[in-house]
């Protein structure tokens, strides 16, 4: 059984910052992709930001410039750097993790728990 950890999140004003983390545990023998998703009330869930195994990046148009991801694969933990929030950005995140595990070998998309971002204007 893999699990996914995440902390970090809060509640901030608006022009502040938050850092993500979200470390796997378990079964693992690769980690493919990770990737953050968010969900508001009423919204649909929705691609933050996402990064590969040879780290390239893919990033919401309404995020770009204000966020970025990062991954240690040593430690099997991806974080997201949230600057220049805003009451937009105001939702549960989750990651999500793309890894091949073993007993027996096979690849699962695994989801977090969430952590509540709250952004005050």
């Known amino acids: 059984q893999v699990q996914l950890v995440e902390s970090g999140g809060g509640l901030v004003q608006a022009g502040g910052s938050l850092r993500l983390s979200c470390a796997a545990s378990?079964?693992?023998?690769?980690?493919?992709?990770m990737g953050w998703y968010r969900q508001a009330p009423g919204r649909q869930r929705e691609l933050v930001a996402s990064?590969?195994?040879?780290?390239?990046?893919t990033y919401a148009n309404s995020v770009k410039g204000r966020f970025t991801i990062s991954r240690d694969n040593a430690k099997n933990t991806i974080y997201l750097q949230m600057n220049s929030l805003e009451a937009e950005d105001t939702a549960v995140y989750y990651c999500?993790?793309?890894?091949?595990?073993?007993?027996?070998?096979?690849?699962?998309?695994?989801w977090g728990q969430g952590t509540l971002v709250t952004v005050s204007s």
């Open positions: 999500n993790v793309g890894a091949i595990v073993t007993g027996p070998y096979r690849y699962l998309e695994i």
């Open positions: 378990g079964n693992i023998a690769t980690i493919n992709r």
């Open positions: 990064i590969s195994r040879g780290e390239t990046t």
